[in-house]
């Protein structure tokens, strides 16, 4: 199965700032088939970018995804008070589906 | 809007099958997509357990070494999650959720999830 490790497992900034979050493949994410989520604490995970770099409905163009191959990519360019979460990277390439171990963003 | 609620017992003793129910509202399960079950234990990553189709077809982890069934009533438009011989590794929260899927030379290939229930904790514990 895919094995994906995202970094770093905690980003402390504050609000305003931009985030970059890493999610690497321990092998080849066909057709970029990879999913982003953001999840709120006592929350289920919300679809944020699908595809590597496709923005789901509603969400808004702060948020960036790019990648391909087995290193992939998730952009915030300016924190929102709703965007410390946890956010998690998704790949749908070849079954299983697998999910990455999350990496959180916290207020400094 | 189509939403996805889950039901079924908070507490399940070792050993035994946990059952879940995800009820689907605002959306005619027969007009098409996957409909998965996802868990996440306490303070880690989210995990696929199995997809199913409204004609019954059915994808799972391997990772559940036949312990997981998963079924659909497309009468009362849910489908259901049934896991075997629970041990306290199974202890986790729930999750349904919608999900697309496109056939391309007659295979099926399963997507992302959205979108999801709000999730159900489910304990196993004697």
């Known amino acids: 199965e895919v094995v994906l490790t995202q970094s770093p497992g905690t980003l402390s900034l504050s609000p305003g700032e931009g985030a970059t979050l890493s999610c690497r493949a321990s092998q080849s994410v066909s057709d970029s088939y990879l999913a982003w989520y953001r999840q709120k604490p006592g929350q289920a995970p919300r679809l944020l970018i699908y595809?590597?770099?496709t923005r789901a409905t509603g969400i808004p163009d702060r948020f960036s995804g790019w990648g391909t191959g087995t290193d992939f990519t998730l952009t915030i360019s300016r924190l929102e008070p709703e965007d410390f979460a946890v956010y998690y990277c998704?790949?749908?390439?070849?079954?299983?589906?697998?999910f990455g171990g999350g990496t959180k963003v916290e207020v400094k | 809007q189509v939403q996805l609620q889950e039901s079924g017992p908070g507490l399940v003793k070792p050993s035994e099958t946990l059952s879940l129910t995800c009820g689907v509202s605002?959306?005619?399960?027969?007009?098409?997509?996957?409909w998965g079950w996802i868990r996440q234990p306490p303070g880690k990553g989210p995990e696929w357990i199995g997809s199913v189709y409204h004609n019954g077809n059915t994808y799972y982890n391997p990772s559940l070494k036949g312990r997981v069934m998963i079924s659909v009533d497309t009468s009362k438009n849910q489908f259901s999650l049934r896991l075997s011989s629970v041990t306290a590794a199974d202890t986790a929260v729930y999750y349904c959720?919608?999900?697309?899927?496109?056939?391309?030379?007659?295979?099926?290939?399963?997507?992302?999830?959205?979108?999801w229930g709000q999730g159900t904790l489910v304990t196993v514990s004697s």
């Open positions: 959720a919608r999900h697309p899927h496109n056939e391309i030379r007659g295979v099926v290939k399963i997507y992302w999830f959205d979108p």
């Open positions: 595809g590597a770099s």
């Open positions: 605002g959306y005619s399960m027969t007009d098409g997509y996957y």
């Open positions: 998704q790949q749908y390439g070849s079954s299983p589906l697998t």
